[in-house]
């Protein structure tokens, strides 16, 4: 079963330019995750948003890319996931600029 959360935006502290650092701003995130379902196994998708946007206001990343392995990390230990592929865009930075993550775990 594949999961896509597509253009969750909010505002957060990210970055690491001085006024990043004070003032929040937009990014957009994008996820594809792949599990496997059986009846009674499924992923609360609202428990993935709320992952992610509580991780993000909460550690006030500097970087994307630490920002995309912190959130990967966290839901691939909170579900039972085998693939995962995540952007994260600033779009009022660099509105032709993503940064993506993907990863895949054989074991699951």
Not at 19 to 48: C, W
Not at 74 to 102: C, G, Q
């Amino acid at each position: 079963m594949r999961i896509y959360l597509e253009n969750f935006s909010f505002d957060t502290i990210i970055g690491i330019l001085p006024e990043e650092r004070e003032t929040p701003q937009k990014v957009i995130v994008n996820l594809i995750a792949d599990y496997n379902y059986s009846s009674g196994h499924f992923i609360d998708y609202v428990e993935i948003r709320d992952i992610i946007r509580e991780l993000m206001d909460r550690e006030k990343f500097g970087l994307l890319e630490d920002a995309i392995e912190e959130i990967i990390c966290r839901i691939y230990t909170r579900f039972n996931i085998h693939y995962m592929k995540v952007k994260i865009a600033k779009p009022d930075i660099l509105e032709d600029v993503v940064v993506s993550l993907e990863k895949e775990w054989r074991d699951v």
